[in-house]
C-alpha cells in the first residue's frame, strides 16, 4: 500500500472533491474553509492524502509558535473521504502522517483537537498515542497531544 501527501494548493481540484459523510459535517470544516484558511495563514499545510495513486482524504497541519514554550504543532484537520471510509485507510494513513509532521518540524509534541462526541476519531487518536491533556480550544473542542521523542 503506496500512502503519498501533495501539498493541496498543487492540485485544488482533486482536493476540492474530497467530503466527508452528512453526519460528520458538524465535526469537521470544509475542505474549501481549510483551502482558504491557510491563504491566509501561512503557516498551515494543506494536504492530500493518496493511496495507491488514489485521492482519499484530506489533513492540513502546521505550527503555532505563539502556543508554548516553543510553539506547538498541531494537526488540525484531518479525513478520509467518505467513498473510502470504512476500509482501514485512516488506520493506515495516521501513524505515516504523523511521522510526515514529526519529521517536518522536529518536535516532541503534537497537538490536536476533537469534539467530544466524536467518538471514532477519539478511538481514532487514542490508538495512535494521543490522550486527553485537560485543555480545550477556541470552540471547546477537547485538545489531545501525542509526545512524539524527547529532544
Wanted: net charge negative; hydrophobic share 40%; glycine share 6%.
Amino acid at each position: 500500500m503506496l500512502i503519498e501527501f501533495e501539498n493541496a494548493f498543487n492540485c485544488l481540484e482533486d482536493v476540492l472533491d474530497l467530503h466527508v459523510k452528512d453526519d460528520q459535517r458538524n465535526t469537521i470544516e470544509t475542505v474549501e474553509e481549510c483551502i482558504q484558511e491557510a491563504r491566509e495563514l501561512s503557516l498551515w499545510k494543506p494536504t492530500l492524502i493518496k493511496l495507491d495513486k488514489e485521492n482519499v482524504g484530506f489533513a492540513m497541519y502546521g505550527m503555532w509558535k505563539e502556543e508554548g514554550e516553543h510553539g506547538r504543532v498541531w494537526l488540525d484537520r484531518f479525513f478520509i473521504d467518505e467513498r473510502y471510509q470504512g476500509r482501514g485507510y485512516a488506520k493506515e494513513v495516521l501513524p505515516i502522517l504523523i511521522d510526515k509532521i514529526m519529521n517536518t518540524y522536529l518536535v516532541s509534541e503534537i497537538y490536536l483537537s476533537v469534539y467530544e462526541s466524536n467518538l471514532p476519531a477519539i478511538q481514532l487518536y487514542k490508538k495512535n498515542g494521543f490522550e486527553f491533556n485537560g485543555e480545550k480550544d477556541i470552540n471547546s473542542e477537547l485538545v489531545m497531544v501525542k509526545k512524539v521523542f524527547e529532544k
